[in-house]
């Protein structure tokens, strides 16, 4: 059971970095193209050189936060490959392609005590231990 909720966990948080990584990718033109627009009314004398300054700062920042979350997607999928058994590189990717859901599970607590009671490996030892008396 243990196994099982590791692969899932690592799972999902290889699916929530890679999301993290594609959202922070897809901003990168739009930050190049604010970049190059303030550059150009930098020339027009429109702006001033500290608003250039600040969009090339936040460009850099975006660049160095995808190669932070690019060395999150490979750690995490390795992780991930080490708990289902696969070897570390052999030239594919791993890519989640199912999505979480939303919606709101509902758990009998009751049902799911009594699964619980009745599944218990103690338990099931000690009731054959009764059987076997």
Not at 19 to 38: G, W
């Amino acid at each position: 059971m243990e196994s099982c909720f590791n692969v899932a966990t690592a799972y999902w948080d290889l699916h929530a970095a890679q999301a993290a990584l594609r959202a922070v990718s897809d901003m990168l033109p739009l930050l190049e193209e604010t970049v190059s627009l303030q550059q150009k009314l930098f020339e027009a004398e429109r702006v001033i050189e500290a608003d250039v300054g600040k969009a090339v700062a936040q460009l850099h920042e975006y660049r160095q936060e995808r190669a932070r979350l690019q060395s999150e997607v490979q750690r995490k999928e390795l992780l991930l490959r080490n708990l289902m058994g696969l070897p570390p590189a052999d030239g594919l990717n791993l890519i989640p392609i199912s999505m979480p859901t939303r919606d709101i599970v509902e758990i009998d607590t009751d049902v799911a005590l009594q699964l619980a009671l009745t599944n218990h490996p103690n338990l099931v030892r000690q009731s054959l231990n009764i059987v076997i008396r």
